[in-house]
């Protein structure tokens, strides 16, 4: 089993449209989550951390369920800015060399 | 934040040739992560480099295809050596932020070999 599993998509929504992805980890001892985002042939970049509380960013939602060991993006409106493709990231702390990328899940979001 | 400047951003090269890759940090950071990203998948960690010691790989990396320099706090570099086809990808420069974890990743640079 891969230590972060995603949906690959892609997801081809209209815009407006409400979406949502779901990551699961496999190390119970993750301590830190994030998700990024990768535009086409770019580098990644942090949308949210994602906290156990839950958080919220505008449009977007971040939730970690440490039960069921997945944790989630919900993304509101959606617009075609949006298109990217968004990586879950898991990590056993928060220093870089412990964290592990999932695949990603591509979203398009269509005019 | 971190500002981070990569070069080459591109290069097409033959099989059996080496490549080095620069990574230049606007900060004085501790460490420097090399990842590589293969076409149509996700990031992989290959090294971390750490200043005034040895590099730490890991496991699937060796420091013979992959050797890398860390001669100070702001600079790092990444050679592929005796590369094949199955190198091609992009290597990807990293920093992380000591206080939040968040990294932060130069442009990246996409290595083709023929």
């Known amino acids: 089993r891969k230590e972060v599993e995603q949906d690959p998509g892609p997801f081809n929504v209209p815009e407006g449209a409400t979406v949502a992805f779901n990551c699961t980890y496999s190390?119970?001892?993750?301590?830190?989550f994030f998700w990024y985002r990768q535009d086409c042939r770019k580098e990644p970049k942090l949308l949210m951390s994602?906290?156990?509380s839950g958080n919220e960013d505008g449009r977007f939602t971040a939730q970690l369920n440490r039960a069921s060991q997945y944790i989630s993006l919900l993304i509101r409106d959606s617009k075609l800015s949006d298109s990217a493709t968004y990586l879950c990231?898991?990590?056993?702390?928060?220093?870089?060399?412990?964290?592990?990328f999932g695949p990603g899940t591509r979203l398009s979001v269509l005019p | 934040s971190a500002v981070i400047s990569q070069k080459p951003s591109r290069d097409i090269c033959q099989r059996g040739t080496s490549l080095t890759i620069q990574c230049q940090v606007d900060?004085?950071?501790?460490?420097m992560f090399w990842y590589r990203q293969q076409p149509g998948q996700s990031l992989t960690l290959i090294a971390t480099?750490?200043?005034?010691?040895?590099?730490?790989?890991e496991s699937g990396f060796v420091i013979d295809k992959f050797p890398i320099s860390r001669p100070n706090l702001t600079f790092s570099t990444l050679t592929v050596s005796n590369m094949s086809p199955e190198d091609s990808s992009i290597y990807l420069c990293?920093?992380?932020?000591?206080?939040?974890?968040?990294?932060?990743f130069g442009e990246g640079s996409r290595l083709t070999v023929l």
């Open positions: 990293s920093v992380d932020s000591e206080n939040t974890g968040e990294l932060f």
């Open positions: 190390n119970s001892a993750s301590q830190s």
């Open positions: 994602v906290y156990s």
């Open positions: 990231v898991v990590g056993l702390d928060n220093y870089g060399q412990n964290f592990v």
């Open positions: 900060s004085q950071v501790t460490m």
């Open positions: 480099a750490n200043q005034g010691s040895e590099a730490t790989y």
